[in-house]
């Protein structure tokens, strides 16, 4: 019964079921041979010209929730989570962000969309503030505050990690824009408009629309940012709160940790028509890890659980690259804001395979750096140029 199978040579035994399988694989899913191998390629190995790129260059990551995690898992105290200490349930503590060369970093100050309904959204965003400047107190040695671009680059110049705060939800402000300026003296640098659900005067990309975009209150919101200085960050906010964002700013925006739509089709990510407009502004897209919104489509469809791998996510800098230029991609890990990390990207410490997979696909240098954070640096001082403008008494 099995002699046909039996005459055949080992070698040609362990081929034909493999030729089997991939044309198996192409029949079922429509995927081209080389598509079906992706989720198999090979682990990124650091060189030691990935290491010297990354470790001259400047990472600058748009998003990490640590604050949070403190709160929550640690009773908002660094005596109960030391990170100077491992820290294996956070994705983050020092000894991992200096082996990652973080350089600068902003740190998330977010609270919960429920906060909104209960009218303590600000109290809380000061509290989780007050978290940040505690841990910049507790390891002098490690972080410092930084206000402007300028602070950046000295507190980097001088070996420590430069640190800003980002407000995530425009409920902190609760409806009054002199809020604003409360958050901007206390050193938060961004506000992302929404959270998870759609406010009063802005739309979420994961809720029902309430103003389709924005309303007049929200453009108030945006032109007073521009005035402070604030920069605006359109991660999750409804594609059309984005398009009618970047028609009225009058500064390049941040998406402090979104990623491509075209590669992974999740709502909290960027549709190409807006990857474009970005470019128009001078923004920069910022590229979250977070398996759920880099793994591709068609990999999600089949396993909603999957991981996806470093190589998932460095294909969103690539087609960011591709579509808008190298100019307007920058790194938004979301580390310790997401339940599920791609391969190889598991903790703060793995931020160097990118600055290597980067190498192994051809970019040089100079553009590599632009991708870890001199892009950001760039829309930074762009907003305080823009602060400038508006406040000189000419105008
Ligand atoms: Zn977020």
New binding site residues.
Partial sequence: MHGGRQTLRPFTRQIVPAFLTMLLVVLVTGMSPAKAQESSRPDVVLTAEGEAVHFSGMLFDG?N?LPWEIRDKGNSSFDILDISKDQPTLHTDIARLKKGGLKAQFW?V?VPAAADKNGDALSQTLHQISIVKSMVKRYPETFEFASTADDIERIVKAGRIASMMGV?GGYSIENEISNLQRLYDEGCRYM?LT??KSLTWADSATDEPRVNGLSDFGKDVIREMNRLGMMVDL??VSPETMRQSLAITKAPVMF??SSARAICDHP?NVPDDVLLLVKQNGGVVMV?FFSAFVAPTEVLKKNKEARGTLHDVVDHIDHIVKLAGVDHVGIGS?FD?VPRLPHQLESVATYPLITQELLNRGYDRASIHKILGGNMMRVLRAAEHVKNELNSPSK
């Fill in positions: 998003h929730d998330s977010y995530e992302t959270h998870s991660s999750h402090s940790h909290r979250n979301d804001g």
